[in-house]
């Protein structure tokens, strides 16, 4: 699949460490707060707002200012945590709270309907900005992800947060966990969730408080943060001299990449298999929300469900268009981090074969989303085909752990599965296929083969086609459930130019966690389904793991999954009908 580079992650940067020292110093009265020992363990929410002002650039290419404010939700006297779950597709999203004193745990259910979906806190903030007269120009609210860029507030916090690095945007999403560490506090900025505001060059108030409900529910004191807004304007031109000039850090600190900013506004950003990916957040050099520190869901932008090629080939320029055909840059879960591949064994498994009597993984399909109908373009005129998202997940309770040896000569290297007992050594593997490398631009990676399949059904459930594509390179692209049984909250091996091998790599490690799934789009000529010729009417993309069963699994019966869609129109302008699954109602 094809995707838009990516940039490398990058050290901390001096405007980083300023934030950094900022919140500290802004949070130095809730350091202050009773001695967590013999107060309720409870914990202790505040507003801040790391400097007294800010600079936001407004781009004369692509107008909008994003508000970036440099607030943030600390916690103190113990850590914010919330279970965000739903039973199924026919049961709303509920949350609850989880208070933890030491060894003892309980929990607060949360209003029902607070939480629509997984993407964070809805209407968390109140912002209302006004100009140097003192009228009103603007009154919003924004939601808040918990999980969102952060860092400590105080020295002796916990060096590094347990909570996920995102809040997941995978319309089929089944259970998140959000939180803020204790001594830590969060961006309260939602990045490209939001929408951008139109504002003129000029200085602006912005005052920022918790809304009134939040306030209530978790007895945030009502102490609105002041930030004095300085908006300048700035030209994509402008910037790429001044980097040319040798200015690039300054540049890429700031709105260096927002060049490709049109792919975020149509939300095709998602650095997966097949998809575009993110520039950095939006956020000025001074707000801690750069490349490197983005308040967008993690040091990396905020990621929207993966789009298929012909809705993005619609909304990207040709520019763009040409970089995301150029190959695949470095996957990310849920846009949000980078992470390496596991190193796979040394050598080959020895001794005999077995599969012995530990926990398995559990691969599941989710129902296919991101659908949409294309032509073939110039590779393939006169056509017709429906393009889609799919994602297998591994609900546990072990991680999938695959690994490929290729022995001298040979274009296929031989596949093994691995198990673990308890304790995380290796006590068995069995052969379970192979993987082949594939050449073509935009894949240049090893391919994992038979992991899953998709077919278009007919209404009566039969086959009528088949995608060409069955072969994968696993990454951990996706949290789909983070609240099952040894769910891995930071999954390593989601960076596909790490985690899928080179040509001349020798063997390679391919991993599921637990939790965690494998977005891929199917958008291209031979994995999209070729319906020019199909009668319109109702049919079924089935996303089947596992069609084969090489895998050990702890359960065979839910690798399929169903989506309903309705084909209409006339060939060369087919129309697609996507209804709501249940109660998802996402495309």
């Known amino acids: 699949m094809t995707r838009l580079p990516q940039g490398r992650p990058s050290r901390l940067t001096r405007p980083s460490f300023a934030v950094a020292a900022a919140i500290a110093v802004t949070a130095g009265v809730v350091a202050a707060a009773p001695d967590a020992k013999t107060a309720e363990p409870t914990p202790k929410l505040s507003l801040i707002a790391a400097s007294t002002s800010v600079t936001l650039d407004s781009w004369t290419e692509d107008p909008g200012v994003y508000l970036d404010l440099g607030t943030y939700l600390t916690s103190e006297n113990g850590a914010f945590e919330l279970k965000v779950t739903r039973k199924s597709y ?24 607070l939480v629509k979906d997984f993407t964070g806190l809805p209407d968390f903030t109140q912002i209302t900005l006004t100009d140097a007269a ?26 590094n947060s347990k909570y996920p690095e995102s809040c997941p945007t995978n319309p089929f999403t089944l259970g998140s966990v959000w939180g803020v560490e204790n001594g830590w506090a969060s961006n309260t900025y939602s990045a490209y969730y939001t929408e951008p505001v139109q504002l003129k060059p000029g200085t602006y108030t912005a005052e920022i408080n918790v809304t009134e409900k939040y306030r209530d529910l978790f007895g945030i004191a009502d102490k609105p943060q002041t930030v004095k807004v300085v908006v300048r304007e700035r030209s994509w031109e402008e910037s790429a001299g001044s980097a040319s000039g040798g200015s690039a850090k300054t540049t890429a600190s700031g709105h260096g990449a927002h060049a490709q900013h049109g792919a975020h506004a149509e939300h095709s950003a998602h650095a997966r298999h097949g ?13 801690g929300a750069g490349p490197s520190y983005n308040a967008g869901h993690g040091p990396y932008p905020s990621a929207p ?72 373009y110039e590779e393939v005129p006169g056509k017709d085909y429906l393009a889609f998202s799919a994602n297998v997940w591994n609900a546990g309770p072990a991680k999938l752990v695959v690994d490929g040896f290729r022995s001298p000569g040979k274009e ?72 099952v049984k040894n769910a891995a909250w930071h ?35 031979g994995q999209s389904f070729d319906i020019t010729d199909l009668p319109n009417g109702t049919y079924y993309i089935q996303v089947l793991a596992n069609p084969e069963n090489r895998l050990k699994e702890t ?33």
């Open 412 to 483: 296929v290297m031989d596949a093994y599965q691995y198990f673990y007992d308890a304790d995380g050594k290796q006590v068995g593997y069995t052969p379970t296929g192979g993987m082949e490398w594939d050449p073509r631009p935009g894949h240049e990676h090893w391919h994992f083969l038979d992991f899953a399949s998709y077919r278009l059904l007919t209404a009566d459930r039969k086959e009528t086609v088949r995608s060409g594509k069955e072969a994968f390179c696993l990454a951990n692209t996706d949290a789909v459930d983070y609240t």
């Open 134 to 159: 003192g009228s009103t120009v603007l009154e919003r609210t924004e939601a808040f992800c918990p999980n969102n860029a952060s860092g400590r507030i105080r020295p002796d916090a916990p060096a």
């Open 555 to 587: 359960d065979y019966s839910n690798n399929s999954a169903l989506r309903e869609v309705v084909l209409g129109g006339e060939k060369g302008a087919r129309t697609v009908t996507v209804p709501p699954h249940h109660l998802v109602d996402a495309n």
């Open 305 to 376: 469900p993966a789009l298929p090629w012909a809705l993005k080939r619609k909304s990207l320029g040709k520019q763009a268009v040409a970089a995301a055909e150029t190959g695949d840059g470095s996957g990310q879960t849920d846009g949000s981090r980078q992470a390496p591949g596991d190193r796979p064994n040394a050598k080959r498994p020895a001794g005999k074969a077995s599969v012995p009597d530990v926990p398995k993984p559990d691969l599941r399909s989710l129902p296919a989303f991101g659908i949409t109908v294309s032509d073939g």
């Open 491 to 525: 999954p390593g091996n989601t960076d596909l130019s790490t985690a899928c091998g080179y040509e001349n790599s020798i063997s390679v490690r391919e991993v599921l966690d637990v939790g965690s799934g494998d977005t891929y789009t199917q958008d291209l000529p």
């Open 90 to 113: 026919k049961d709303p999203v509920v949350a609850e709270q989880v208070l933890r004193n030491g060894k003892k745990t309980r929990t607060k259910a949360l209003p029902a309907g």
């Open 275 to 287: 998809a575009t990916a993110d520039t950095p957040a939006p956020g000025a050099a001074t707000s």
